[in-house]
């Protein structure tokens, strides 16, 4: 039988009071903690003894001895901390004691300021969350796109989520084995993972860069049929894309947009240059998913410098 073992489980900070149960559950099943950690917790059996465990979360500690040494003369052992804040600790088992017995704070004050410690934190984190999902609304108004509105998503359900948690931690979490809501972590990191990953795959499905001609044209007709086709590219998904074109033309030119298989032009522009010959414009377009080419038409001749960016 093996000794040691590795129990993997996620926790929110306001769902701390159900780990304590989770650790207590372990410790009467013979597995006493060895190390807690954010994503795991590691046991070995010793079945001739049980805790019963509690967290305490305190970022700011001057002197850890001293701090150890506080919780050791009310009977409690010192485990390990982890690299945000939260510090394990136990307490022999001794079922003729209450319950109270084991309640690292037994009085409403000293767990309120423990409490109020993370949710000083939350509401940092909040206010940072709500800062990027008011941004992230403005670009969406000024040009919608897909990756950005699942950014948004995935930043309101975090803003959801911790605030549900901040008032949750402002309640008496104290781990009597009464039963709890359902463990909404890893139901939040599983979405908050895949709108930030689908986010990240449709950017990088996107055609993005830029692609530049610089010659010397003779007259091309304004027919289509007998236009300069240039710049193929692939569109991934539906969505908004913006074009940018910048260029140094002798003479007026009309730039299409054009889709490969049905034929069709998606949008013109027509570039006039001004008196030094510089010309900048953008079109925002909604396109198809679908291949794409450029077609350059309506050009009396001369010095064409022209560059396309696609975003």
Known sequence: MKTTKRVFGIYAAWEYAREVETLNKQSDKGWQLTKGGLFSNKFKFNNSLKYRYQL???????????????????????????WNGWHYFRKLYDPSLPESEYEIYNDSDSLNEMQG???????????????????????????????????????????????????????????????????????????????MGL?????????????????????????????????????????????????????PLTVSIVNDMSGQIQSEVRLTPSSDGSVKAKKKLVLSRGTYHILLSDFAGGQLDLTVSID
Not at 207 to 236: E, L, Q, R
Not at 240 to 251: D, G, M, P, Q, V
Request: glycine share 6%; charged share 20%.
């Open 56 to 82: 305490d979360y305190n970022t700011n500690i001057e002197d850890l001895g001293r701090y150890i040494e506080t919780f050791r003369e009310q009977g409690w052992e010192y485990v390990n901390s982890t």
């Open 199 to 251: 986010s990240m795959v449709l950017i990088s499905l996107r055609p993005s860069g830029s692609s530049m001609t610089s010659d010397v044209y003779n007259s091309i007709p304004a027919d289509k049929a007998h236009a300069v086709k240039w710049m193929n590219f692939d569109v991934a998904y539906p969505d908004n894309y913006t074009f940018s074109f910048k260029a140094t033309l002798s003479e």
């Open 117 to 195: 410690r993370w949710g000083k934190a939350a509401l940092c984190i909040l206010g940072m969350l709500c800062v990027a999902a008011i941004m992230m609304t403005l670009l969406l108004l000024r040009s919608f796109r897909l990756p950005s509105l699942l950014i948004l998503i995935g930043l309101l359900f975090e803003i959801i989520v911790i605030g549900r948690g901040t008032y949750c931690m402002r309640k008496s979490q104290k781990a009597n084995g009464k039963k709890r809501n359902i463990n909404i972590m890893p139901a939040f990191l599983g979405i908050l993972l895949v709108t």
